[in-house]
Every structure is written in structure tokens, then in C-alpha cells.
């Protein structure tokens, strides 16, 4: 007869099962030893043993006098070496395109059928404060809220790949978002397209209407792709006249 789990496998364990599906993310701190304790009803040795083994794992670190929180290891793996692949080989982003086509599709589709109330609530607040930024000049903000939008739904279809990759993806491909962005701020008529394709996924998603959340998450990231191009083409004339009226100085 197999003899039942120590306790401090078993508070490891829910740890773990909270750093899958989001709940806590890189960069968080732990509660503190004595409340995390009495939140999952555990003594301060078996949760010291739990943390420990996380520790070993590289899932969580703990910084001496300043608490313990959850790493980027899971996600370091993936961002850092495509991060440096695609700037490396350019030619590579439609590649990353096409992958974010399936996954932002699918999450759509998951999130229109498996979302609880509580992440519609999420998604609500993610949307009105990107619309709140959309409407202001701050890219920072823009960027930071566009993001959490696509995030809060790609966990909200409780598949724990999708929340990881979909963060993983924004993480590696920061840079394009930023400098595509900025282009269509500066152009009035797209920056309304963009911000009612955010509303119609949001819409879709909310009214449970599966089939039209994939296709507008499709169509989002067709003009995505379409846009990106003219960043890209826009931002190599900038450097070519640049470089012209360096040559001529």
C-alpha cells in the first residue's frame, strides 16, 4: 500500500498548481511565512520544507531579508534564446506571427467556452482600462494594458500552455509591439480599428459566441501582421534617410 504524501509535498504541490495557471506570477512575493501558513492550514515547517523544494526547483527564490518570490525561470527559457533569434533572423517573424495566430485564436475559442464569471470580470477591467489608455497619448500605458487584455483571455481558457506561451510570446516579441503601436497612434483611422477589434473579441468572448471569438481574434492579428509590415518598412526608410543625410553632412 503506498504511504500518503508528506504535507509538504502536498503544500508544494498547490504552490505549483498556482504558478501554472497564473494566480501567482513571476516577480511576486509570497505572503509572509506565519500568513501563508495559516492561508493554507499547514505548520511553518511543512511550508518551510514545501518552499524549500520549490526553491530546489527553481520555481521560486528567496532573497535574504526581502521574502520570497516566484522566478522567470519557466519563462526565461522560452524568451531568452527566441529573443535574441529574432533579432538575429528578422525573416523569422512571420513564423512568430502564424504561432500566435493558433494560440490567440485558440485562447478565444477556450475563453468564450470555459471563462467563470470571475474572469469575465477580469477581462472587463483589462478592457476598460486599455480603452481608458487608448484614449490618452501615453504609449507606455497602451502597451502595458494592450497586453494585459490578450493575457487575462488566454487564461480565461483554463488551459495552462496557453496562459504561459501567451506571456511568453508577448515577452519576445515586446519590441514589435511597442514600434507597431506607435505607428498606429499616429494614425487616427487605424488606432480606431484597433480599438474596435479589442471590443468585438471582448464582446465575443462575453456573449459566449465561440466561433465568432476565433474569427476575431483572426482578423485582430491580420491587421496586426498587415501593420507590423508597414512598421517595418517604415522604420528602414527612416534609417535610409538617416543615413543619407549623415552621407551629405
Request: glycine fraction near 6%.
Given at each position: 500500500m503506498p504511504s500518503a504524501p508528506r504535507l509538504s509535498d502536498v503544500v508544494a504541490t498547490e504552490l505549483e498548481t498556482r504558478i501554472l495557471e497564473g494566480s501567482l506570477k513571476p516577480g511576486d512575493r509570497l505572503p509572509a511565512e506565519r500568513e501563508l501558513a495559516i492561508e493554507l492550514g499547514v505548520s511553518r515547517p511543512s511550508l518551510r520544507g514545501a518552499l524549500q523544494s520549490l526553491v530546489a526547483k527553481g520555481l521560486l527564490v528567496t532573497r535574504h531579508g526581502g521574502g520570497t518570490f516566484v522566478t522567470d525561470s519557466m519563462q526565461a527559457a522560452f524568451t531568452d534564446p527566441w529573443q535574441q533569434m529574432l533579432k538575429d533572423h528578422p525573416d523569422i517573424h512571420g513564423d512568430m506571427l502564424e504561432f500566435r495566430h493558433m494560440l490567440e485564436g485558440q485562447a478565444a475559442q477556450l475563453a468564450a467556452e470555459r471563462a467563470t464569471d470571475e474572469d469575465f470580470e477580469r477581462i472587463r477591467s483589462c478592457?476598460?482600462?486599455?480603452?481608458?489608455?487608448?484614449?490618452?497619448q501615453d504609449m507606455e500605458k497602451c502597451i502595458e494594458t494592450d497586453v494585459a487584455f490578450h493575457q487575462a483571455i488566454a487564461e480565461a481558457s483554463h488551459n495552462v500552455l496557453i496562459g504561459h506561451l501567451s506571456s511568453s510570446l508577448h515577452k519576445v516579441m515586446q519590441g514589435h509591439v511597442e514600434s507597431n503601436l506607435a505607428y498606429l497612434n499616429e494614425r487616427p483611422d487605424l488606432w480606431a480599428q484597433l480599438r474596435e477589434?479589442?471590443?468585438?473579441?471582448?464582446?465575443?468572448?462575453?456573449?459566449?459566441?465561440?466561433?465568432?471569438?476565433?474569427?476575431?481574434?483572426?482578423?485582430?492579428?491580420d491587421f496586426v501582421q498587415l501593420t507590423m509590415r508597414e512598421t517595418m518598412k517604415n522604420e528602414e526608410r527612416r534609417s535610409a534617410a538617416t543615413r543619407r543625410l549623415g552621407a551629405a553632412a
Amino acid at each position: 500500500m503506498p504511504s500518503a504524501p508528506r504535507l509538504s509535498d502536498v503544500v508544494a504541490t498547490e504552490l505549483e498548481t498556482r504558478i501554472l495557471e497564473g494566480s501567482l506570477k513571476p516577480g511576486d512575493r509570497l505572503p509572509a511565512e506565519r500568513e501563508l501558513a495559516i492561508e493554507l492550514g499547514v505548520s511553518r515547517p511543512s511550508l518551510r520544507g514545501a518552499l524549500q523544494s520549490l526553491v530546489a526547483k527553481g520555481l521560486l527564490v528567496t532573497r535574504h531579508g526581502g521574502g520570497t518570490f516566484v522566478t522567470d525561470s519557466m519563462q526565461a527559457a522560452f524568451t531568452d534564446p527566441w529573443q535574441q533569434m529574432l533579432k538575429d533572423h528578422p525573416d523569422i517573424h512571420g513564423d512568430m506571427l502564424e504561432f500566435r495566430h493558433m494560440l490567440e485564436g485558440q485562447a478565444a475559442q477556450l475563453a468564450a467556452e470555459r471563462a467563470t464569471d470571475e474572469d469575465f470580470e477580469r477581462i472587463r477591467s483589462c478592457y476598460e482600462a486599455l480603452e481608458q489608455a487608448f484614449q490618452g497619448q501615453d504609449m507606455e500605458k497602451c502597451i502595458e494594458t494592450d497586453v494585459a487584455f490578450h493575457q487575462a483571455i488566454a487564461e480565461a481558457s483554463h488551459n495552462v500552455l496557453i496562459g504561459h506561451l501567451s506571456s511568453s510570446l508577448h515577452k519576445v516579441m515586446q519590441g514589435h509591439v511597442e514600434s507597431n503601436l506607435a505607428y498606429l497612434n499616429e494614425r487616427p483611422d487605424l488606432w480606431a480599428q484597433l480599438r474596435e477589434q479589442h471590443r468585438t473579441i471582448w464582446e465575443a468572448v462575453r456573449e459566449r459566441r465561440m466561433e465568432v471569438a476565433v474569427r476575431a481574434a483572426h482578423q485582430h492579428l491580420d491587421f496586426v501582421q498587415l501593420t507590423m509590415r508597414e512598421t517595418m518598412k517604415n522604420e528602414e526608410r527612416r534609417s535610409a534617410a538617416t543615413r543619407r543625410l549623415g552621407a551629405a553632412a
